[in-house]
């Protein structure tokens, strides 16, 4: 648990002095998910104690976003200005989003398909 | 009201508050058969914020307690790595067809909500905002710390996106006539992310591993790809 924590928490800080140093504006918690995830790669296991503690942090995750979320109350101002066109594109992307890649799949299966006849 | 403005600055206070209300959300959200509308994390966060407005405590007070939850959002982006390399297998089968899924996937949200943002006149740091629209919340409050926008407001568009993209789906599989379990995952993780994910789990384990794969390369790939879009298009 200790140990797993320490796993998740140090490839976050080496994600963090990462962007840091080259002065990007990537995540850094996102560099360290890449980096844990090249380390799993590499020794080819993952480690009882990480595995726990990720699997009990992923199961939580929809809390952990709350109080994030409730940063919305300072927003009411932009919201009651723009609410229609927010969920206009928020519908509209979505919808091409979803029917972009459904449709590249679709030919890229069929592609296969026709190969192996 | 003097003991309650001592009481309000209890950090405990809003962790109790927001764990409890977060559990008669899940609760609720059972009750109500999971509908993505009723998502417990936006049934959460209206109720707290109702009660933050009825009792006059600001969103820094409620954060001297919201933060200690706030900050296990990054060690729990690290964590999506293990999924990931659970899917390994598939994602070395099936390279080519994932990646190109998730790339232009992620362009495309993003690409196509900061134009209809700019055409509809919204200015840069709403841009910034919506551009993570599709990316799971952790990653794109993350990115919108990072480039500028509103990290909160992300995380609420986000959510909205994802009830959305719950419901754009089986329209656009019935429209492409798509019956692959392993492409509707995929492409309810593309663009509805964890909410999409979930959804996906409805139609089988596959399809949902699909999605789950979907929601953590797209997420990945966004981050790294948001900060080279953003001077492309001046913002």
Not at chain 2, 9 to 24: K, N, S, Y
Not at chain 2, 92 to 103: H, N, Q, S
Request: net charge neutral; aromatic share 10%.
């Amino acid at each position: 648990m200790v140990q797993g924590f320490l796993i998740l928490l140090f490839c976050q800080l080496l994600g963090e002095c990462l962007v840091t140093l080259l002065s990007v504006s990537i995540p850094g918690s996102v560099v360290g998910m890449m980096l844990l995830l090249v380390g799993l790669i590499v020794i080819k296991k993952v480690p009882d104690g990480l595995r726990s503690t990720s699997e009990g942090l992923l199961k939580i995750l929809p809390l952990l976003l709350v109080p994030a979320g409730v940063g919305l109350m300072r927003y009411f101002g932009v919201l009651s200005a723009y609410w229609y066109q927010l969920l206009i594109i928020l519908f509209v992307s979505t919808l091409v989003t979803m029917f972009v890649v459904a449709t590249l799949l679709r030919l890229m299966s069929k592609e296969k398909h026709e190969e192996g006849h | 009201m003097v003991l309650w403005s001592h009481f309000q600055t209890l950090p405990v206070l809003w962790l109790v508050v927001t764990l409890a209300v977060f559990l008669v959300a899940s609760w609720f959200n059972v009750r109500m058969g999971k509908t993505p509308f009723l998502h417990p994390v936006l049934v959460s966060l209206t109720i707290i914020i109702l009660v933050l407005l009825a009792t006059e405590t600001d969103y820094d007070t409620y954060m001297l307690g919201g933060q200690y939850i706030h900050l296990l959002l990054g060690p729990a982006v690290v964590a999506l790595a293990i999924p990931l390399y659970d899917n390994l297998a598939t994602v070395k089968r099936l390279l080519v067809p994932l990646l190109v899924g998730c790339v232009s996937g992620a362009i495309v949200a993003s690409v196509s909500a900061i134009m209809l943002g700019m055409w509809f006149g919204l200015n840069d740091q709403l841009l910034l905002t919506l551009a993570p629209k599709s990316v799971t919340s952790p990653i794109a409050i993350a990115i919108a710390e990072k480039v500028g926008g509103f990290p909160s407001l992300a995380a609420g568009l986000v959510l909205i996106t994802g009830a959305m993209g719950c419901v754009i789906a089986p329209a656009v599989y019935k429209l492409l006539k798509i019956e692959d379990e392993s492409v509707k995952g995929f492409v309810l993780g593309v663009g509805a992310h964890a909410m999409g994910t979930a959804f996906a789990f409805e139609y089988g384990m596959v399809a949902g591993a699909f999605g789950g794969l979907a929601m953590g390369m797209t997420g990945a790939f966004t981050a790294f790809f948001l900060p080279v879009l953003i001077p492309i298009i001046g913002l």
